[in-house]
Nanobody, 115 residues
Framework: VQLVESGGGLVQPGGSIRLSCSAS????????LAWVRQAPGKGPDFVSG????????YYTPSTKGRFTVSRDNDKNTVYLQMNSLKPEDTAVYYC??????????WGQGTQVTVS
């Protein structure tokens, strides 16, 4: 199983960025997918998740209304569109398969810096 995140970078406050996570080695459409972030010196925090069919997204109070999660099961890819970014959104963002489940696996992460 391989999850590869991309799209991170440096963005100014109020700006936008779109993360992608491409998966291989798994039946992509069978899994709930999540985005988790980890800021320097802090533990991992759930950011967003999406169900198998992509019709039920999940957010935290801090990301709802600013972030949009989506997936394309034909392309084995999940996306995270992040708008109105704030400095506190700075973190390494990870794509996670089956978060807290028996088949949980993480990508290598992509750095997002809002400054």
């Amino acid at each position: 199983v391989q999850l590869v995140e991309s799209g991170g970078g440096l963005v100014q406050p109020g700006g936008s960025i779109r993360l992608s996570c491409s998966a291989s080695g798994l039946t992509f459409r069978n899994y709930f997918l999540a985005w988790v972030r980890q800021a320097p010196g802090k533990g991992p925090d759930f950011v967003s998740g999406i169900n198998f069919d992509g019709d039920k997204p999940y957010y935290t109070p801090s990301t709802k209304g600013r972030f949009t999660v989506s997936r394309d099961n034909d392309k084995n890819t999940v996306y995270l569109q992040m708008n109105s970014l704030k400095p506190e959104d700075t973190a390494v963002y990870y794509c996670v398969r089956d978060l807290l489940g028996a088949e949980e696996s993480w990508g290598q992460g992509t750095q997002v810096t809002v400054s």
